[in-house]
């Protein structure tokens, strides 16, 4: 790329990128926690579209964007709490679950929007700071978040019963651990994170639109798995799932920048995620079983 495409690197463009991409960043993050349990969650896109239609609504209709703000958050982790309660509390299968919550939310929003976009007010685009500074601030943001968690997963106790749980669920228990409460925080992390990723997002345009979010479960499923978090649970990182992330989310602009047509993106993905599921069941295979 630096040979044939160096306007690539140009600080500018690339800022802009790594903005845009930063609330899936986020957002993936709390899908690794989840993986990381050996659950996982497809109704992130659904969920991210409600907390930034409700945040868009109660920013124009109320005098204090950080309220709005913090609602969307909110939001996100009630939505997280549902899943968390299905899944956790009541052992039902976690792809079972939030397909069904993607739809309901998705479809519930649609007859609720019918499509119309919400007008946001003057002043919230990028907090209020010059677009540079709002780009800054919200990669600074998302960074944050990726090195808190990868600090509570690698040197707190809550991190080690996140991975004991995944590894093996039973044995945890029998060690004195609360499987299904770790799970339940699990899938409310993830919903609070979305709720963020969703403000994170809002603040990069003047409108929102309802459809939006749309295969963002997709994304940052990829980027986790692409970046070493096992489906079977218990093992990855999130210095790992940044990786992932990198890579995805370079993929498109540099077949841009390359003049490759772009419907080989999705293309590419799609074979990255196969060479790493299919790298962790070989890896798995040569384990000794126990």
Same mark, same amino acid.
């Given at each position: ?67 709005? $703000? +913090? ?5 996100? @982790?009630? !939505?997280?709490?549902?899943?968390? &309660?299905?899944? %956790? /509390? =009541? *052992? ?63 040197? $707190? +106790? ?5 991975? @004991?749980? !995944?590894?093996?669920?039973?044995? &945890?228990?029998? %060690? /004195? =651990? *609360? ?112």
């Amino acid at each position: 790329m630096a040979v044939t495409a160096p306007g690539f690197f140009e600080p500018q463009p690339l800022l802009s990128r790594l903005a845009a991409a930063a609330p899936r960043l986020v957002v993936a993050c709390g899908m690794a926690v989840v993986m990381l349990t050996r659950q996982i969650d497809i109704s992130v896109g659904s969920l991210f579209a409600w907390c930034s239609v409700v945040a868009g609504l109660l920013a124009g209709a109320r005098p204090s964007p950080p309220l709005a $703000l +913090a609602a969307a958050v909110a939001l996100g @982790a009630a !939505g997280g709490v549902i899943n968390g &309660a299905l899944v %956790a /509390g =009541l *052992r039902l299968p976690a792809i079972v679950v939030t397909l069904a919550t993607l739809v309901t939310w998705r479809e519930a929003l649609r007859l609720y929007r019918q499509g119309v976009f919400v007008n946001l007010p003057e002043g919230l685009q990028w907090f209020g700071l010059p677009m540079r500074t709002g780009q800054l601030l919200v990669c600074a943001i998302a960074l944050v978040v990726l090195c808190g968690l990868a600090l509570v997963l690698r040197q $707190l +106790a809550i991190g080690r019963q996140v991975y @004991a749980v !995944g590894a093996d669920a039973e044995a &945890a228990r029998l %060690a /004195g =651990l *609360r499987p299904r409460r770790v799970t339940f925080g699990a899938f409310v992390l993830l919903g609070a994170l979305t709720g963020l990723a969703a403000v994170l997002n809002l603040v990069q345009s003047p409108q929102v639109d309802p459809a939006t979010g749309r295969l963002l479960e997709l994304e940052v499923i990829a980027a986790a798995v692409v970046g070493g978090v096992a489906v079977s649970g218990g093992r990855g990182s999130l210095p790992g799932v940044f990786s992932g992330f990198l890579l995805l989310t370079c993929i498109s602009p540099a077949l841009t920048y390359l003049g490759v047509k772009p419907y080989w993106d999705k293309a590419i993905q799609g074979l990255l995620i196969l060479a790493a599921v299919a790298a962790e069941g070989i890896r798995r295979r040569k384990e000794p079983r126990g």
